[in-house]
T-cell receptor
Framework: ETGVTQTPRHLVMGMTNKKSLKCEQHLGHNAMYWYKQSAKKPLELMFV???????ENNSVPSRFSPECPNSSHLFLHLHTLQPEDSALYLCASSEGLAGMYEQYFGPGTRLTVT | RKEVEQDPGPFNVPEGATVAFNCTYSNSASQSFFWYRQDCRKEPKLLMSVYSSGNEDGRFTAQLNRASQYISLLIRDSKLSDSATYLCVVNPDTGRRALTFGSGTRLQVQP
């Protein structure tokens, strides 16, 4: 497999559930990102990891908890979400911390919170 | 003022037309600029970087105007396959670890 993969592609969960989103990159990149994309809004950066260390956390509610066990894998653990958290969650990776590096995105997980 | 602003469109143009989008950014210290393309219900993909001197890739031309703080994307001889949302992307300053995305401009090329 190549590029950036994400599972699941679609997820419906209740507000009391706990679930996890998984991202895997096969590009040998050192930086990974979580973004949220809501309808008619720009991509919102949530978390940035560089070499498995979190380097940025953009005031994301604690009901979203990232985990980066190694440079190829990134998880987003979800618990007690709200309906307004329904969105497309995109994972991306880049060779180094962005600024100058192209980001490669996964296909996203479309999350619906009921 | 938003960090990156784009006209949401949609821009409806016939095949073969030339169309241009602008994007303004608020931080004059911004260093890196890109155009990404996002097809409906798909992930964004890099279309092209934007260099200070301007750059061209086939039918696509990108320009940077630092004085007025905007970048532009020109598409010549539009194809049906160019229909997508075009995202303006900026690295606001050298201290930031990630990029700031605009909301996108939607282009619909019609036969």
């Amino acid at each position: 497999e190549t590029g950036v993969t994400q599972t699941p592609r679609h997820l419906v969960m209740g507000m009391t559930n706990k679930k996890s989103l998984k991202c895997e990159q096969h590009l040998g990149h050192n930086a990974m990102y979580w973004y949220k994309q809501s309808a008619k809004k720009p991509l919102e950066l949530m978390f940035v990891y560089s070499l498995e260390e979190r380097v940025e956390n953009n005031s994301v509610p604690s009901r979203f908890s990232p985990e980066c066990p190694n440079s190829s894998h990134l998880f987003l653990h979800l618990h007690t979400l709200q309906p307004e958290d329904s969105a497309l969650y995109l994972c991306a990776s880049s060779e180094g911390l962005a600024g100058m590096y192209e980001q490669y995105f996964g296909p996203g997980t479309r999350l619906t919170v009921t | 003022r938003k960090e990156v602003e784009q006209d949401p469109g949609p821009f409806n143009v016939p095949e073969g037309a030339t169309v241009a989008f602008n994007c303004t950014y608020s931080n004059s210290a911004s260093q890196s600029f890109f155009w990404y393309r996002q097809d409906c219900r798909k992930e964004p993909k890099l279309l092209m970087s934007v260099y200070s001197s301007g750059n061209e890739d086939g039918r696509f031309t990108a320009q940077l105007n630092r004085a007025s703080q905007y970048i532009s994307l020109l598409i010549r001889d539009s194809k049906l396959s160019d229909s997508a949302t075009y995202l303006c992307v900026v690295n606001p300053d050298t201290g930031r670890r990630a990029l700031t995305f605009g909301s996108g401009t939607r282009l619909q090329v019609q036969p």
